[in-house]
């Protein structure tokens, strides 16, 4: 064995932690006990006491010894940063326990390494692959007489499943057949391994499954309803898996009136939820564990548009269903393929039952629509009007988790529901007003409607002044969700808030007073999402003296190294936008803060490349700085001048530096501020040009990492700011190096939509200004930037976009011809251009007409109808 050995008094402990564990009946105990093995995790060489107690220690019961294996699987990721002795100890304890005399250790280490490490173990040794040995080995010992022996078979089985593994599918038959034969044992672990092998057989093998679909179906719904939790759990991600594919659609539909009503009772709180929950308590001035409160990460400002007809697709959702702080990501990071408006996203802290129902619920809402709306009204009626609690709870989850996919159906009931929601806020129980605030803050789109008068003061007003009152509810887990769908109606809702600004202010600074360290951070959302939507209207002198000092009041008492002082900075620049001069009195010593967070961060970073043994510095607090800033320079502009020039070191020298960061998220933040600064405070940049441009161009990368996506998008945005206001013939020189990398990234088939967007519009500005240098180039890009840009709603960088394009049509008339039919759609998709750009268009399409009748109108003739009827009707032609 290896050089490292146990203390005695550690080994003790851990140990006694494990043995308590396994007592479940107490509540109180286990969230103790959970606490405890949390800590545990910041022992350096805890992997290496579980390692030493499933391992070395065969006096201990076999259960012992099985949770220490299973605690050091879920914390294998400890090993990255152990010491090398701790390494090789782990090592060899893991080997040797597969070599162990116990038939259940080797088993269960066996089944660890199937579950996290299948693909390794389907190779081939030597021209023979193991699994070919192993698949039929665990398939006869399925059957075997030890429960717990059937568990562990049926578990390696089915880890081969999603991986594809060909030594599985040759036995496919028997391990169904298997799996049926397995159905009703007596063993919930059995069972509940039956389940999730049927889940991984419907996501990976659907068509296995059809032809058993009526058993399957039956089967499950039959587990969905088991007594064990666990089982039940598993059997409802079968409904989650099979709503989410919208192939298998056809086939579920048929047992919707089966399946709904089963998940609609699967969301009602279990005893042992709301003993973990302990919802009763008035909580409100009861500090916070550090525990309680998620790390979050943050993404920097990404630069886009709004396209026609759809707008934002998708608010941000803060808190689950759950009253629970979300795991929002990097916001705007890049992630196209995972959908974040997904409900599972929002189930965050432990998965269970309830919210895998309340997921399947609002999968099958997109999926189906009224037709679910149809099968629940009923037995949701029931539960909405019941008298008791927990079921009028979970009826208002349903109605909530519904909101997205059957909204259309069930807006006819909204004059009834909203008012029953409303009048449930003054509920006793707490866990009642959370998820009422939750099921608002998902119809809140409905109640900000500007339909009417008579819809505002019935549905919108009281809302507003019903999560009002939640977001002082004397319960956390009310305030936090009363917060966070205030934050949803605020964006829904937009300037539509403006005149009602006072009390809302009122009450937000209220809660500054009266909130504890994790729902300040969802007030920091809420604050920022206010500036966000009612933008100017802050700029009442009256507002801004009800708002600023609580804040700052914040921001003196944070040092520059704690963690609440990111989302007090990422608030504070959306206030500094809304406010604009109103905020001046307030700028210099949080530009000076800004200023000096950035500089020490690039300090510690620079410490940190010079010495990789010293632990990586959080790059988070350097991108809210340069957002802040960002937020500074656009509220303010000029008026920042006097401390720019007096700071030190120059922040452009900072600012270069962020250009070149190995973080991603710190350039994307770094090119935002340089856009920024060139709209709004371009004397104070220009001298900084040249030393800027050399980075900006090697930032437009044709084929972005997905990483880099958001600092490309950004370098392509600001270039185009740079380019509209640099009018010297200095700029001529970066043309060449600028459309060379432009025109590539808007022509590349798998670029993300935002990135063809702003370097269309980046190429436009470019042409506007240097139309002959970029004017030969035409036939390259012109239908794919009619195509970028059509979309987009009209907007002052869509208006000089399309002037440079007009002006590049001018200068290179036969470089738009065999792109024509794109540049009139894009014409007429106009709603309103400004005259200027209304007159080129004039200009260049008269002047086509003009140039050869009979070949205009052969070649209009074959636009679809309505870009004939529109040209016809604006430009008379």
Request: proline fraction near 7%.
């Amino acid at each position: 064995m290896t050089s490292w050995a146990p203390q005695q008094a550690a080994l003790q402990e851990i140990l006694q932690t494990i043995h308590e564990s396994t007592d479940t009946r107490n509540t109180a105990v286990q969230r103790a006990i959970t606490h405890k093995l949390n800590n545990f995790t910041r022992a350096p060489d805890y992997v290496a006491y579980l390692a030493y107690i499933l391992s070395s220690m065969p006096q201990e019961e076999d259960r012992i010894r099985t949770i220490a294996g299973y605690l050091l699987k879920n914390n294998a990721r400890l090993i990255l940063r152990a010491s090398p002795e701790v390494v090789e100890f782990v090592k060899s304890a893991v080997l040797l326990a597969f070599n162990d005399p116990s038939i259940m250790i080797p088993f269960n280490v066996l089944e660890k390494a199937c579950e996290d490490y299948p693909r390794k173990l389907d190779v081939e040794i030597n021209g023979t692959f193991p699994l070919e040995y192993m698949i039929p080995k665990f398939i006869t010992l399925s059957e075997h007489p030890n429960s717990k022996m059937r568990a562990h078979a049926i578990a390696c089985l089915s880890y081969f499943v999603p991986i594809g593994c060909q030594a599985l599918y040759a036995h496919i038959d028997m391990f169904i057949a298997c799996l049926f034969k397995r159905a009703s044992d007596e063993d919930p672990a059995v069972r509940r391994h039956v389940c999730q092998a049927l889940v991984l057989l419907l996501a990976s093998r659907p068509e296995k499954l059809m032809p058993e679909l009526p058993n399957v179906a039956e089967y499950m719904l039959y587990s969905t309803k088991d007594k064990h939790e666990n089982v039940a759990l598993e059997a409802c991600e079968f409904w989650l898996t099979f709503a989410e594919d919208p192939d298998l659609a056809p086939a579920l539909h048929p047992l919707l009136g089966k399946v709904a009503p089963v998940l609609l009772d699967c969301m009602v709180y279990s005893e042992d939820d709301l003993l973990w929950l302990q919802g009763d308590d008035e909580d409100a001035a009861v500090p916070d564990k550090d525990t309680d409160i998620k790390p979050r990460h943050y993404g920097g400002k990404s630069h886009g548009f709004e396209r026609e007809g759809n707008g934002d697709e998708s608010a941000q959702k803060r808190v689950g269903a759950y009253g629970e702080e979300l795991d929002e990501g990097d916001d705007d990071d890049f992630d196209d393929e995972d959908d974040e408006d997904d409900f599972a996203d929002e189930m965050s802290t432990e998965w269970n039952l309830r919210k895998c129902a309340a997921a399947a619920l609002d999968v099958l809402a997109v999926r189906f629509g009224a037709d679910l709306l149809n099968v629940l009204l009923e037995p949701l009626k029931t539960k909405l009007w019941s008298d008791d609690w927990l079921q009028r709870e979970s009826g208002i989850l349903a109605l909530g988790a519904m909101a997205e996919g059957c909204i259309d159906a069930i807006e006819p009931h909204l004059p009834l529901l909203i008012p029953y929601l409303i009048n449930t806020l003054n509920d006793p129980k707490p866990l009642v007003r959370s998820i009422t605030c939750w099921t608002l803050g998902r119809y809140a789109s409905w109640c900000t409607q500007p339909i009417s008068e008579e819809h505002k003061n019935q549905f919108f007003v009281p809302t507003l002044e019903g999560l009002l009152r939640m977001v002082l509810d004397n319960n956390k887990r009310v305030q936090e969700a009363g917060c966070s769908a205030f934050a949803t109606l605020e964006e829904d809702a937009g300037p539509e808030l403006a005149p009602y600004l006072e009390p809302v202010l009122r009450n937000l600074v209220f809660a500054f007073e009266k909130y504890q360290h994790k729902n300040m951070l969802i007030l920091y959302d809420a604050v920022g999402t206010l500036a966000d939507a009612v933008g100017p209207a802050l700029q009442n002198p009256a507002y801004v003296e009800i708002l600023m000092p609580p804040l700052l009041k914040r921001w003196s008492k944070l040092k520059d190294d704690d963690e609440d002082l990111i989302p007090l900075l990422e608030c504070l620049a959306s206030v500094t936008i809304a406010m604009g001069p109103a905020f001046l009195p307030y700028a210099g010593p949080i530009y000076d803060r800004c200023h000096s967070i950035i500089h020490n961060s690039l300090l510690q970073y620079q410490a940190y490349q010079q010495n990789p043994e010293m632990d990586e510095p959080d790059r988070s607090f350097l991108v809210v700085a340069l957002d802040l800033l960002s937020g500074l320079t656009q509220g303010l502009g000029m008026a920042l001048e006097p401390h720019i020039t007096r700071s030190q070191p120059s922040l452009f020298q900072l600012l270069t530096i962020c250009l070149q960061h190995p973080h991603a998220a710190v350039r994307q933040s770094g090119y935002a501020l340089v856009g920024d600064m060139a709209m709004n405070c371009f004397p104070l940049l220009r001298p900084h040009v040249p030393a800027i441009m050399h980075e900006l161009i090697a930032q437009l990368d044709p084929e972005p990492k997905v990483e880099f996506i958001s600092a490309c998008n950004n370098a392509a945005w600001a270039v185009g700011e740079i380019a509209l206001r640099y009018d010297d013939p200095e700029f001529q020189q970066w043309v060449h190096p600028l459309i060379s990398r432009l025109i590539p990234i808007l022509l590349h088939p798998k670029a993300p939509r935002s990135l063809h967007e702003n370097a269309a519009v980046s190429i436009g500005r470019i042409g506007l200004m240097h139309p002959t240098l970029v004017a030969p180039l035409l036939p390259e890009f012109a239908q794919q930037w009619c195509q970028a840009l059509y979309e987009i709603r009209d907007n002052e960088e869509k208006d000089s976009a399309f002037r440079g394009l007009c002006t590049l049509v001018q200068t290179n008339p036969a470089g738009i011809m065999k792109s024509l039919l794109w540049f009139c759609n894009a014409i007429v998709r106009w709603n309103q251009p400004s005259p200027e750009l209304n007159a080129m268009f004039q200009q260049l399409l008269t002047g086509f007409k003009q140039h050869d009748a009979v070949g205009w109108a052969a070649q209009v003739a074959t636009f679809p109808p309505v870009i004939q009827e529109r040209l016809a009707t604006r430009y008379g032609v």
